[in-house]
Structure formats: structure tokens, C-alpha cells
């Protein structure tokens, strides 16, 4: 499985920007979804969609500004992120797994990862 994100880039507080996440390889069944990393801090758990894009769960941090979507081929992921702040300066990766549930506790388990594409938001 191959996840390629793209979309990052320097944005002011308050603006928006989509990221996307590419999948390609054997990906039928994958829930897929979103992690970031700031700098001198632990990966964290943002967002994760099923497979069929009817489901889907938020951290606490993001919820009501982003919004997670993946097309209808279900081979590409979204994430829009609304009302951005400072502190969202990071490094958000795509992910995917077979498994749809606790995404935030399996940050060491799920199956495959994308690079990571930086997204800073400016004050």
C-alpha cells in the first residue's frame, strides 16, 4: 500500500486548506484517515473514515473545524481543515488500516503510512 499526501503549506490563522491522501496497492477495506506531529511532540490522532466514507471520528482538538471525506473510488482521502490555529502547525500524515476503531490508541499499529505533508498556520 502506497498513501501520498499533498496540500500543505503556509496559511494564516482563521484560513482553510484541504489536504489529500492518495492510496494505491491492496487497499480494499481500508479505513483511512489523518495524524499530525509538531515539532517536539508525539504523533496524534485527527481524524479516520471508514471504509464505505458513512463513518467517521474526530480528536476533540479538531472537532467542528475539520472534516474528513474520501471520493466515491475510495482511493483518495480528505481532510478538510476550517478555522485553523497556531497551534495546528504540524506535519499531518495519512494512514490507513483494516481495523476502523481506536485509531487514537494504535498510533504503532496500523498498517501503512503516507510521508507527511507540513501544514503551518501563522498568527
Known amino acids: 500500500v502506497q498513501l501520498v499526501e499533498s496540500g500543505g503549506g503556509l496559511v494564516q490563522a482563521g484560513d482553510s486548506l484541504r489536504l489529500s491522501c492518495a492510496a494505491s496497492?491492496?487497499?480494499?477495506?481500508?479505513?483511512m484517515g489523518w495524524f499530525r506531529q509538531a515539532p517536539g511532540k508525539e504523533r496524534e490522532f485527527v481524524a479516520a473514515?471508514?471504509?464505505?466514507?458513512?463513518?467517521?471520528y474526530y480528536a476533540d482538538s479538531v472537532k467542528g473545524r475539520f472534516i474528513i471525506s474520501r471520493d466515491s473510488a475510495k482511493t483518495t482521502v480528505y481532510l478538510q481543515m476550517n478555522s485553523l490555529k497556531p497551534e495546528d502547525t504540524a506535519v499531518y500524515h495519512c494512514?490507513?488500516?483494516?481495523?476502523?476503531?481506536?485509531?487514537?490508541?494504535?498510533?504503532?499499529?496500523?498498517?501503512?503510512w503516507g510521508q507527511g505533508t507540513l501544514v503551518t498556520v501563522s498568527s
Open positions: 494512514a490507513g488500516d483494516q481495523i476502523y476503531t481506536n485509531w487514537g490508541q494504535r498510533t504503532n499499529t496500523l498498517e501503512a
Open positions: 496497492g491492496r487497499i480494499f477495506g481500508y479505513t
Open positions: 473514515i471508514s471504509w464505505g466514507g458513512g463513518s467517521s
